[in-house]
């Protein structure tokens, strides 16, 4: 069960292993883009190249739903980046319903655990395999393994090793559960003894505005845990009050003692678009202005008059 390109890659892993995967159980299609044309999810584009039984619920409650996995009779199933399931769903195989998390849980519950880790600048996070239950992200754990976040890493990165790393932590613990081996750990045995949790809530649009007067490690955390999705923004203002969005994709973060205003732009109209914070200067490698493409800083600049606009994003 998974919608998202990083759920491709354990359904790649298992099929490998040589497992029998009875279904595909995927979002429905839906329309997308300028033309609204219908798209379905890239694990059904791999099911579909598989060959592989798809089955693709408006609602997961649905009696008849229900009834078709239940006529399946699978052993095991295996979620990633999925809804939540009812107990009606999870509670049919034999040897349970376990989930892949991108993070050490019980460290950053939620959905959006990458970027989270990333915007509160860990260096440390991993991949959990979990039997789901009746909350969110709370069920015993199966396995886990640490994953290194290097100090320049965008979200981007990090799901990259993460959906490598999970999924063979997803073959792992099919082969552990198979072989009637598995001890699942409480979470709350975790809880008594870690340090207090961060959760990862859902991201909202307003969560990805850049704050300029934040310290420069802080805005830098937050440009790269939203690379390349949904990604940060800002904006320009041009001098009759209208705005134009930005989006910024990649920057450095340079500390330096300074007297501008938080927000000020800093260019040589060419190559370099640095702007201020309260301790520094984020210099802005990557960007994508309104109704444009994501580009280069020299080509943001050779195509954008900066004088027609105020010398600072807000």
């Not at 979200?155 to 997803?170: I, K, P």
């Not at 990862?200 to 802080?218: M, V, Y």
Request: charged share 20%; glycine share 8%; net charge neutral.
């Amino acid at each position: 069960m998974g919608t998202p390109g990083f759920a491709v890659a354990p359904l790649e892993a298992l099929l490998h292993a040589g497992y029998t995967i009875q279904a595909v159980v995927t979002a429905p299609d839906r329309p997308a883009g300028r033309g609204k044309k219908l798209r379905f999810s890239e694990v059904k584009a791999k099911a579909l190249e598989s060959g592989l039984t798809i089955l693709q619920p408006g609602n997961l409650k649905d009696p008849d739903f229900i009834s078709s996995l239940e006529a399946l009779e699978p052993d095991l199933m295996v979620v990633v980046a999925f809804s939540m399931l009812p107990a009606a769903v999870w509670q049919i195989p034999a040897l349970g319903t376990f989930n892949l998390h991108a993070s050490l849980l019980p460290q950053y519950r939620g959905a959006a655990p990458i970027n989270h880790v990333i915007i509160n600048g860990e260096s440390q996070t991993g991949v959990t395999t979990f039997l789901i239950d009746e909350e969110i992200d709370t069920g015993n754990i199966l396995l886990q393994e640490e994953v290194a976040v290097g100090p320049e890493d965008s979200a981007g990165d990090l799901h990259d090793r993460l959906m490598d790393r999970g999924a063979h932590l997803v073959v792992k613990t099919v082969e552990l559960l198979a072989s009637g081996a598995a001890r699942p750990k409480p979470q709350d045995l975790l809880t008594q003894t870690a340090a207090p949790l961060n959760l990862a809530p859902k991201i909202f649009k307003e969560d990805c505005r850049i704050l300029w007067d934040k310290p420069g490690q802080s805005v830098f955390n937050l440009i790269r845990g939203l690379s390349p999705y949904p990604a940060a923004f800002t904006s320009l203002s041009r001098q009759d009050g209208t705005k134009v969005l930005c989006k910024i994709y990649a920057s450095s973060f340079q500390r330096k003692d300074h007297q501008q205003q938080p927000g000020t732009i800093l260019s040589d109209g060419k190559t370099q678009l640095s702007v201020a914070v309260r301790d520094g200067w984020i210099q802005i490698h990557s960007l994508q202005q309104e109704g444009k493409r994501r580009m280069e800083v020299k080509d943001f600049l050779a195509g954008i008059n900066l004088s027609s606009f105020l010398p600072r994003f807000s």
